[in-house]
């Protein structure tokens, strides 16, 4: 019977042309799909792919993966046709006719191809989730009516055979049980009985061919996510799957002859189609990545050097493996001979996906679709860059459209072109219902158009994007998630009053479960306890929630329902605030364009950090809004403190600033340094106003990175702020994404003559150095009235306070921009720019015009202003740094006469005069005058 089907004559059809771009697609459609089909059916499909192919292999399996020695198992084409005929006489032969349903429980072995097209030629294949709870999988077998379950037997290691009583005892109307993949040997009797001896004794001519399928008919159930608990069962006609065929080969850009390696588990459509039927048909190579495929550690350690025994033209893997398998490549990039990846079973991050081909070369073909299109409904062209949420073009004879429908389901308004909307479908392989036809309210819409339950929109050009899913399946890695089978047993614990389910983005899965409860009124619940008990009652490992919050009470619609889209945007929110490592209080999350996401980070758009958290938000589908925080409090930084000067010999730089006219406070000791200060009277209560020379005597004792800080040429070298909450400004400063350690509480002695000696106390914040362009760091004074005492900020060259630091960058502005968020700065000026802390009023009613300024130049501006200070280019050369500071005086001509005598040479400037850094300790020293 066999060689009957195998010399069946029909017009040759069509070859598939390049997919490049629309112009494509609209070629295609100038002919009916039928010119281009191989067969109106599975069988008849395959049939022409073993005769036109039949002295090439069609299947490499790949025993052991962590062994490349081993031999392969190796499956002609000739030889795959004849084992699904006679799987298909088997199931004859124990009954199965037209309607009869064969359920499969296998993982990806050598046999599992050839029964699921066996059990579609002789009635209709059920493939099922083999880590399903046995009871839904009972009850599912139950409902389909299966006869005749294939498992796979003890050698598994998923345990998928010890659920088999359970799986019996919820499925009475399995007659016939067939172990698979344990050898050869006698079939044996009973209910269970080994697959391969009696298939090998069954020639397919012992059973009539009366009852061959024809394209109307039924020819698989795949079951998919639903909303009553259990899963929902798909019908796909045999005139789908071979319509799929064409469709999903010509957005691959499948060739005769390619090798496509696969390891998607053979129980999900996209398995079985992409990874199976659909290779098969074009004259493909399928190899088989083993049992287990992508969830067998050995293959995913091994991957690029299976790739490189086994030189795949094109490769099938979801975004968890594409992120995978771009961290493990080492190999040079386009060396792999790969010309595609394949990926759709969850959206996959733009950044993964340019990662991963700017690491391997391999170009991404993102596709997507559905269980009910029987697997893709668009195809992303292999050129272009990938863009967030974009997944490709309408495929050939499949048409979308972006609508909104009516609560019953109806179409209310077509939106235009680039508007979001639910995204409708209709295409020759949409499937042909649910077994429960009650399942189809909402699915099924008049006119032949389907209701995907995506959120997305339709470019001018074409393209789709898919922003977001108004049904609420949860998809876990490329696998549905019903969240009523969390819902149920959560709101029938006695101390739940209502809960709710939802998916939460995940960087690795796609999405993972994650719940909300309202607890009953006098009810006091820790959540992780709560977790445990009602983990216990989830039948699907895959859908225990990672947490479980308790709120005051959930969002609610009008009519009474949870809201879950504010509650999915609540678990991006804390997402989002979990990867960047800021305060939850400090996140927002609100809806973006196109339906998504937008998470509102406090940071300033133009600070580095805001790149970086946007960049790793994308990687979750997410958007980011710059929302940097506009209350001084919430930094608790109040102004510039002082300037850290640094000298290789404290003593001797403060006697050359005391020959300046300046007053100079003894030596103090701390551990690992030394200073001596200059004190000005402090502008605003709670600040100090002074410049601290600073030298590093013991740099393993010094507080770290302060070695870091001061390993420098003599001059200045950090901006050191005020504030009020050292805590507060620490957790300020890591919600912007900066690296810095606890605060150090600090006390030193500070003698003041006379054999006294005072404890100055404070708590300084330290960053890092080299997350700005200029070093600084924060102090909050616990004693400050230390450093305004009228003997040490009263100085005979008439310096009254400490009003400016001088820095020089190549871009002043964009120096600027570093400073924003983190001191909640004013920024104004081109050339030079002046950064000042606060609004127009500070705490206390001071003026902002009264703060100290970081005053930042250009080298050009520098060299303008102040002519002679920086001799030969000196700064132009060099990178952006701290050059000086502003003084003011109460009396700009006695402190130049001071100045000349004490040979500092001043020099008259716009601003008054200035001094040279090479009589001012390196540092540009500036004095202006000022009215009192």
């Excluded at 994404?737 to 030193?748: A, D, H, N």
Aim: proline share 9%.
């Amino acid at each position: 019977m066999t060689g009957d089907i195998l010399n069946q004559t029909d017009p040759a059809p069509l070859p598939l042309p390049p997919f490049h771009g629309a112009a494509d697609v609209a070629a295609m459609e100038r002919r009916p799909i039928e010119d281009y089909l191989t067969g109106g059916t599975v069988t008849a499909v395959l049939a022409y792919a073993a005769g036109r192919f039949a002295d090439r292999v069609a299947m490499r399996y790949l025993e052991a993966p962590a062994d490349l020695s081993r031999p392969l198992v190796e499956i002609g084409f000739a030889g795959l046709f004849d084992r699904v005929m006679r799987a298909s006489a088997l199931f004859q032969s124990l009954g199965v006719g037209r309607g009869g349903v064969v359920a499969t429980l296998l993982s990806g072995l050598p046999q599992t191809l050839e029964i699921a097209w066996g059990a579609a030629d002789a009635g209709i294949m059920m493939p099922v989730n083999p880590f399903l709870d046995p009871d839904i999988i009972g009850a599912m077998l139950a409902r389909a009516g299966a006869s005749v379950l294939c498992i796979e037997g003890p050698s598994g290691h998923d345990g998928t055979w010890e659920k088999l009583p359970a799986i019996l005892a919820a499925a009475p109307c399995i007659r016939h049980v067939l172990v698979v993949g344990e050898g050869a040997g006698d079939a044996g009797d009973g209910l269970a009985r080994h697959y391969e001896p009696l298939r090998d004794a069954v020639p397919p001519a012992a059973v009539s061919r009366s009852g061959a399928p024809a394209p109307q008919d039924i020819a698989a159930y795949f079951h998919t996510g639903g909303t009553t608990g259990q899963p929902k069962i798909a019908r796909l006609t045999h005139h789908n799957i071979a319509c799929m065929c064409v469709i999903a080969g010509f957005g691959a850009g499948l060739r005769a002859g390619d090798v496509v390696a696969n390891g998607m588990p053979l129980f999900h459509v996209g398995g079985l189609m992409m990874g199976g039927f659909t290779p098969i048909a074009h004259g493909c190579t399928i190899v088989q990545l083993g049992r287990r495929g992508y969830r067998d550690p050995a293959v995913m350690a091994g991957l690029w050097a299976i790739v490189g025994a086994m030189r795949p033209d094109v490769m099938i893997g979801p975004p968890t493996v594409v992120a995978a398998a771009t961290q493990s490549f080492d190999g040079l990039a386009g060396a792999t001979g790969v010309r595609g990846w394949i990926s759709s079973a969850s959206a996959l991050p733009v950044e993964v996906q340019r990662r991963f081909t700017a690491r391997t070369g391999i170009p991404i073909r993102q596709a997507w679709g559905l269980t009910e299109a029987t697997l893709v409904l668009t195809y992303m062209p292999a050129s272009g860059d990938p863009v967030p949420g974009l997944v490709g073009l309408c495929m050939p004879w499949c048409r979308l459209k972006a609508v909104r429908l009516t609560p019953d389901g109806r179409i209310a308004q077509e939106m235009p072109a680039g508007q979001p909307g639910t995204i409708i479908a209709r295409s020759p392989a949409l499937f042909a219902g649910y077994l429960d036809p009650a399942a189809n309210a909402g699915v099924l819409l008049p006119d032949g158009w389907l209701n995907t339950g995506d959120i997305g929109l339709i470019d001018a050009e074409g393209f789709v994007a898919i922003t977001g899913r108004d049904k609420d399946v949860i998809i876990r890695g490329g696998h549905n998630i019903d969240p009523a089978m969390i819902e149920e047993p959560l709101n029938a614990h006695p101390d739940v009053a209502l809960g709710a389910a939802v998916g939460q983005p995940d960087g690795r899965v796609g999405e993972v479960p994650v719940a909300f409860v309202m607890l009953k009124a006098g009810v006091d619940r820790d959540p992780a306890a709560l977790l445990r008990e009602v983990a216990a009652l989830i039948p699907e490992r895959a859908a225990i929630p990672r947490w479980i919050r308790i709120l005051p009470r959930l969002p609610m619609t009008a009519v009474g329902k949870v809201h879950k889209p504010t509650l999915r945007r609540e678990a991006a929110r804390l997402a989002a605030a979990a990867l960047l490592a800021i305060p939850e209080d400090r996140i927002t999350a609100d809806d973006g364009d196109g339906g998504r996401i937008r998470i509102g980070l406090p940071l300033n758009a133009q600070a580095p950090a805001f790149a970086e958290a946007r960049d790793l938000l994308a990687e979750l589908g997410l958007d980011a809004a710059a929302n940097p925080p506009t209350d001084a409090a919430t930094t608790a930084i109040l102004d510039i403190d002082h300037l850290m000067v640094r000298a290789g010999d404290a003593v001797a730089a403060g006697d050359g600033f005391a020959r300046l006219g300046f007053t100079v406070t003894a030596r103090s000791d701390m551990p690992g340094l030394c200073n001596r200060l200059i004190c000005f009277d402090a502008l605003i209560d709670g600040a100090c106003n002074y410049i601290e020379i600073m030298e590093l005597t013991d740099p393993a004792k010094a507080p770290p990175p302060m070695p870091r800080v001061l390993d420098a040429p003599d001059g200045p070298v950090s901006t050191v702020m005020s504030t009020t909450d050292a805590d507060r400004t620490a957790r300020h400063l890591q919600a912007l994404g900066m690296r810095l350690p606890p605060p150090l509480r600090i006390t030193r002695d500070w003698p003041i003559g006379g054999g006294q000696v005072i404890s100055p106390s404070f708590r300084v914040v330290i960053p890092e150095p080299g997350q700005a362009p200029y070093y600084w760091n924060a102090c909050q004074h616990l004693t400050p009235w230390h450093y305004i005492r009228p003997e040490v900020i009263t100085h005979p060259n008439h310096a009254r306070q400490m009003v400016a630091v001088i820095a020089c960058a190549a871009d002043p502005k964009t120096a600027a921009q570093a400073y924003g968020a983190a001191w909640m700065a004013r920024i104004e000026g081109t050339d030079p720019v002046s950064v000042r802390v606060g609004g127009d009023t500070m705490p206390g009613g001071a003026s902002a015009a009264g703060h100290v300024a970081l005053t930042i130049y250009s080298p050009a501006a520098l060299a303008r202003a102040f002519p002679g200070a920086f001799p030969g280019g000196s700064v132009a050369a060099g990178p952006a740094r701290l050059t000086g500071f502003v003084v003011s005086t109460d009396d700009i001509e006695a402190s130049f006469a001071w100045l000349a005598a004490a040979g500092a040479a001043p020099e008259r400037c716009d601003r008054g005069l200035f001094v040279r850094p090479e009589h001012a300790r390196g540092c540009l020293m500036i004095f202006e005058a000022i009215d009192d």
